[in-house]
């Protein structure tokens, strides 16, 4: 048995369905979904990078792991479902982003002690192996490989590798004088451009080859775990030239209008960072956008394609999914974080291989916490255990993650008492300090629910006749018991994110 963990960043949902769906062919995803069960109301349950690459890995609630927001460090002491499957003798991989330190701690953190025997890491800031490789195997296209690495303020480019070389300033001055427009798409811009260099010198090629690489020399005899994790769709947008052309311009389609201006009982921090939508440079994010889209399709496909023709995929089951969305201009937004709209927190969901019921749609309300007690249950492990009793106890027993298994679901059965909500939660972003963004969501198949602490804003919409979240009815005396309802089962769900107890510094549970 295998499993692999297909994962692309900042991806919604919604950017593969409908209008989009029209603009942006994806014929692997199309593959995958015949070969599976996609999940179209999955849910980030926080809806930013580290904080939900977390629950990904341990199973466990933001609370529950510690990190709430960009910025954390996930604990190495935790358990995770690398570690577990590592320990059942799973050879471990991992390829691409992790994210579970901040990007400001450098380009040699060693991602092995999380339980992967094997890591090729590349992450956003472009810093670290992939670069080193371009310098040593491509130079002549190190410059524009340097024009992509953004973040300069990260204490590393300052005193980059082993001879500590200021290549921030070297980034700064490139990227001053760097023509991000082509003749293919002359109005790039630094925010979203055509690669500056072919194809396969991509990050997202050289994520794709190393995890290729991997499972083609690992040993048949022992399961496999590869977390195959991509940077795009992640800001800035730089798909290759070759498929720029493969999006139809005039299928995108267009940015919901911010509704929140004239509402009084709009979120206060929207203000903040609302956008004036530019009629050109929303098309054009869009369709860049999409073009990361159609790559990261042909990525897929070439995985499929490997696990095919080696054998492997008759034991293989895969997952493809996102950390959570990116609103494109949505409400006059981009990006993730507190605005818990559609485009930010419902992402794609599609489990598909050995065992898998196949084409299949599923309707049920699932969240990231539901991804490590499924991994689990495929591979037959029990969940994580802690320790019970006093300092001289050896008893343990199970965690009792806060997720369930979907496992029935893929098998094509409905699990009985299922959830009718999930939960979403954001903290600061990465801009701010004050409790005005820590956004708390209840969402149903039929309603969401927002609340912003200290009278910070409420959001009330009724899904079904208003698909798009245009009319906030939080304030609406028709819908009072509606808000009602919702706002108690909020403290609810507020209340179990607590649950189990957070094994961080855990030293034992009490005993009956």
């Known amino acids: 048995m295998n499993i692999v963990l297909f994962m692309v960043d900042q991806l919604s949902a919604k950017w593969l369905e409908g209008g989009s769906a029209l603009a942006c062919p994806t014929p692997n995803l199309d593959r995958l979904r015949r070969a599976g069960t996609t999940f179209t109301n999955a849910y980030a349950s926080n809806p930013v990078c580290c904080a939900a690459r977390a629950t990904l890995a341990t199973g466990l609630t933001s609370r529950g792991h510690g990190v709430l927001q960009n910025g954390y460090r996930l604990n190495p002491e935790l358990p995770t479902v690398m570690q577990s499957l590592q320990e059942a003798g799973w050879q471990t991989g991992a390829f691409g982003k992790l994210h579970f330190e901040p990007h400001y701690s450098g380009f040699d953190v060693d991602f092995r002690k999380y339980g992967f025997d094997v890591v090729y890491n590349t992450e956003d800031p472009r810093g670290g192996a992939w670069l080193d490789w371009v310098e040593r195997e491509h130079p002549e296209h190190y410059e524009a490989a340097l024009a992509t690495a953004w973040p300069t303020s990260i204490p590393a480019f300052a005193a980059y590798g082993t001879e500590k070389t ?26 979203y451009y055509v690669l500056p260099f072919p194809e396969e010198l991509s990050q997202t090629s050289w994520i794709s080859g190393h995890a290729l690489n991997f499972l083609a ?24 030239a070759a498929y720029v052309d493969r999006i139809d311009r005039s299928a995108i389609p267009r940015p919901v ?71 494109l201009y949505d409400h006059g937004f ?78 094509g ?25 820590w956004a708390r969501t209840v969402r149903t198949e039929e309603w969401r629910y927002t609340l912003y602490p200290g009278e910070a804003g409420e959001q009330l919409f009724h899904i079904c006749d208003d698909v798009d979240e245009t009319r906030n009815l939080a304030g609406d005396t028709g819908h009072a018991e509606t808000r009602g309802a919702l706002r108690d089962r909020l403290l609810e769900e507020l209340i179990l994110q607590d649950f189990p107890h957070p094994p961080r510094d855990l030293f034992a549970l009490g005993v009956h």
């Not at 290549?167 to 293919?184: C, M, N, P, Q, V």
């Not at 019921?357 to 699932?366: I, K, T």
């Open 257 to 327: 209008l911010p509704e929140w201006q004239d509402d009084p009982l709009a979120p206060h921090c929207f203000a903040q960072n609302g956008l004036h939508i530019d009629p050109v440079a929303w098309r054009d994010r869009r369709h860049l956008y999409l073009a990361d889209v159609a790559h990261l399709d042909h990525q897929l496909g070439l995985l499929l394609d490997a696990l095919e023709a080696s054998g492997q995929w008759n034991e293989t089951v895969l997952f493809f999914l996102s950390d959570h969305g990116d609103l």
């Open 413 to 437: 059965e409905e699990p009985a008492g299922w959830r009718d909500a999930v939960y979403v939660e954001s903290y600061n972003n990465i801009d701010s300090r004050t409790p005005m963004n």
């Open 217 to 240: 020399e690992a040993d048949r005899d022992r399961p496999i775990f590869a977390h195959v994790s991509y940077v795009q769709p992640h800001a800035p947008s730089c798909p290759p």
């Open 166 to 191: 200021d290549l921030a300033s070297r980034i700064r001055r490139i990227r001053k004088e760097f023509k991000w427009g082509t003749a293919d798409f002359p109005r790039g811009t630094a925010q």
């Open 334 to 411: 981009f990006g993730k974080g507190e605005r818990h709209y559609d485009a930010c927190i419902r992402i794609p969901l599609i489990v598909a291989g050995k065992g898998v019921r196949q084409g299949h749609e599923c309707r049920a309300l699932v969240q990231h916490e539901d991804i490590v007690p499924t991994v689990l249950e495929m591979a037959g492990l029990p969940q994580p255990q802690v320790p019970v009793g006093g300092p001289h106890a050896s008893d343990r027993v199970d965690l009792n993650l806060p997720g369930r298994s979907l496992v029935p679901w893929c098998r």
